[in-house]
């Protein structure tokens, strides 16, 4: 019978084996719900809004991974717009845009129309640190 103990994860960094984690409190529509950066690393997914107080903790990120659902707006996630304007903003040296619909391009469309540095996610996807 497997053994596991849960913890409440707050807006505090916490350590798991190690390695820091650093909460991001983004918005999935009016629910707070919580991106994490791991090192260089940050994941933000199922978000539509990052608070500006959060932005200085995604200060000097190698990786990005974001969602983006489809273009135009969308009531609870990055559309692909507004994606390419925070990873801008952000200034990770890779983001990886994941969550995408089935409304946004194939891959190798997506990638050639995307700004350098951003490019769509993919299934099997492995990224280094």
Known sequence: VPDYHLETIDE???SI???EIVPIRVFHYKLPVLGFRFGRLAYITDANRIPEEEFEKLKGL???VL???RRGHH???F???EAIEVAQRIGAKRTFLTHLSHQLPRYEELLAELPEGIEPAYDGLEIEF
Do not use: A, Y
Request: glycine content about 6%.
């Open 12 to 14: 505090r960094p916490f």
């Open 17 to 19: 084996k190690g390695v």
């Open 62 to 64: 190698e990786i990005l």
């Open 67 to 69: 969602n983006t659902v």
């Open 75 to 77: 009531i609870s996630h």
């Open 79 to 81: 559309s692909l717009e």
